[in-house]
């Protein structure tokens, strides 16, 4: 299977815009093997706003959960058992970008974590990151503990105002390349992301 999984050093740094970019940027598709929290859009619905591509892009959730809050928890809350047995890849002869839910350590089962989802599926990863102040830390351990799992790191994107301090720090402390430096998208919408696709450069090449 080709493609990134893509993970975040904590929630709201940017995973969904970012899965948005690489859609676009590599003509792929898209899956949420688990989501959690179903009132309002759900990630995959705000990937197909920004996108503007169609349906069949876009696969099933092997999970569906109905509290916004971590995996184990909205599972718990909903009686549901998750197993890593059951999340298989879709079938599709694109690229298949693949959206954590929170970051790195958030737990699954009572056993579980994310990383292991990473592990299980195989693909490279992709880390979100802010540019704000604390994410050299954020970053930092993040990269260390997909390192202490042998999870193949393909790079880090970062959202937010640009900032060459953070980035060099990242590069440097992270010995890890940053593919791309996103700025917030104001409005966030399928105008905004094709505007920001077109003037933010990849900075060195996915592989």
């Known amino acids: 299977m080709n493609g990134y999984f893509v993970t975040g050093t904590d929630t709201n740094v940017g995973k969904t815009v970012a899965c948005a970019y690489l859609m676009r940027l590599l ?9 959690s929290g179903l009132d309002g859009e759900t990630d995959t619905e705000a990937v197909r706003r920004l996108t503007g591509l169609p349906p069949e892009r876009f696969h099933l959730s092997a999970y569906e959960l109905s509290a916004p809050l971590s995996p ?9 058992a998750i197993s890593l047995e059951a999340i298989t890849h879709p079938q599709t002869s694109r690229a298949l970008i693949v959206e954590g839910a929170g970051g790195v ?8 974590l994310m990383a292991d989802l990473m592990k299980w599926l195989g693909l490279p990863v992709i880390l979100v990151a802010r540019t704000t102040l604390g994410t050299i830390n954020h970053t930092l351990l993040s990269l260390e503990a997909l390192r202490a799992r042998d999870i193949g790191i393909a ?22 390349r940053i593919f791309a430096e996103l700025p ?3 409005p966030l919408n399928a105008e905004t992301l094709d505007f920001v696709s077109r003037s933010s450069p990849v900075r060195t090449a996915f592989v």
């Open 105 to 112: 350590l958030v737990p699954l089962t009572g056993e579980a």
């Open 155 to 176: 790079g880090v994107i970062l959202n937010g105002e640009a900032n060459e301090a953070n980035r060099i720090a990242i590069e440097t402390y992270g010995k890890v």
């Open 184 to 186: 917030f998208l104001a």
């Open 27 to 35: 003509d792929a598709d898209y899956w949420k093997p688990i989501q």
């Open 72 to 80: 184990h928890e909205a599972a718990r809350r909903d009686g549901v």
